[in-house]
């Protein structure tokens, strides 16, 4: 079993990623996937009046802040768009793909943040208000009876709330989460760099490996998108992922590379 | 098992049909909801600077002309606004909704119809590049599969080409589509007039009750977007369903009228 991330950022190439997924399908593997959608749902935005507007908290994560309006254009643009284009193509090629996001059968469910604390101009202040959660338990059951039915999940980044509200979650962090509940061997984070790397923004510095024991120290390493990714990796193998690989989304091949060991991997 | 068509058309309230697809899942109905979404799409293709085209063929039946900047639009606004909100409604009152397009598990398989002949002032012309289609496969092993494991698929309009490419499809007759291939007893079409009438607009000449064989009588009475719900219907007919309602979306608790025999109720 493998969990598939691929990034919402601009330069990920939908298709050689999709044409990666059908011929692992075809060797007999088992993908689901899971995306981001953070892009396109900025373009949407602007276009629609709407220009997103990203928070900063206290350790330095970046998020986008989540009205409720904001979240039905994340809905539509990563449910309805960047989904369903997804589905399309692996149906296309034979794969027998189903889009899904976490409301779905509750195949997530997050704890909604009630407020976050953020720092703006240097100064710190409360947000209320944002819908945006951490996903708390992935129904692996229904997964898994979709695997076993042949059947290819695409998961965008959307969690059903205890209270019963939609949240935006971190599509690295929902890609671990998964990961671990399907008990997948490896999940492969497709981004738009080659790696994490020692000296960002510097490619030459891309790390190859990092054990399980340096985890913590990348965590430090690692800036702006990338320190999610970590994270989502850190959570990956505490769930037992035996090997996590940031992987590089804008070339041919690019699970193939990856399996192959390009990027870094993290095992 | 009851299939639920809810229009896309402005006025249909989604709170009290929702409200009442609980109860009546609560009351150990099976329930598979299939919905439109025009209405909204003409709105965000408007905002996005897209504004939507009808086109009106021979027989006077009238669709979007949907080329692929469309489709894409239609498929973000009703895969992912529309279903994802419907879905977030059910799963906050404790229904455990699935959210489907036609492209996920291919539960809707259409042909593509490859150029329609379109009469615009006057003059007939053909019209290519069309991405809508006719269903002609329901997958109900799958539907079935889902509604026996406790779950209320929850259907977008939209459909897989035979070629593999997404196609639009009507609603109304997708749901009739639907509702024959699960073999469900009833069929609620909701819109926003109280039943097919006699004398459009006048409401106060609904017919309240079309025999089966008067089915091809109201099909030459039904005007404007009434035409295909009433195809819709004789189609539903013909695939086994014995009772089908064009019901009022606008009212309170629209669905347990529908079922009082409110509407016109076509059996």
Chains 1, 2 share one sequence.
Do not use: W
């Not at 193509?89 to 704890?111: C, E, H, P, T, Y």
């Not at 992935?138 to 999940?153: A, C, H, R």
């Amino acid at each position: 079993m493998l969990v598939v991330k691929i990034g919402g950022s601009q330069g990920v190439g939908l298709d050689a990623v999709c044409q990666d997924i059908v011929e692992l399908v075809k060797q007999g593997k088992s993908v689901v996937v899971v995306h981001g959608g953070s892009a396109e749902t900025n373009e949407i935005s602007e276009k629609l009046g709407f220009p997103p507007r990203f928070v900063t908290n206290q350790s330095g994560f970046t998020s986008r802040y989540t009205d409720r309006n904001t979240l039905e254009i994340f809905a539509m643009v990563t449910n309805g768009r960047i989904n369903t284009m997804i589905v399309e193509r692996l149906q296309r090629a034979g794969v027998n793909a189903i889009g899904l996001s976490g409301l779905d059968a509750r195949v997530m469910v997050a704890k909604r943040k009630d407020a976050i604390r953020i720092v703006e101009n240097g100064r710190q202040r409360m947000l209320r208000d944002d819908f945006t959660g951490k996903i708390e338990t992935v129904n692996s059951d229904f997964l898994t009876m979709l695997v076993n039915s042949g059947l290819t999940p695409v998961i965008s980044p959307l969690a059903m709330s205890h209270e019963g509200v939609a949240l935006n979650v971190d599509a690295d962090r929902a890609a671990a989460m998964v990961a671990g509940a399907v008990q997948a061997e490896e999940l492969i984070i497709l981004t738009n760099v080659p790696g994490l790397m020692r000296e960002f923004p510097d490619e030459s510095t891309v790390i190859p490996h990092i054990p399980k024991s340096g985890i913590e120290a990348a965590l430090t390493l690692a800036e702006g998108r990338m320190k999610k990714k970590v994270l989502g990796a850190s959570e990956a193998l505490k769930l037992g992922v035996s090997r996590i690989i940031f992987a590089d989304g804008r070339i041919e091949t690019p699970l193939m590379k990856a399996l192959a060991g390009a990027g870094t991997v993290i095992s």
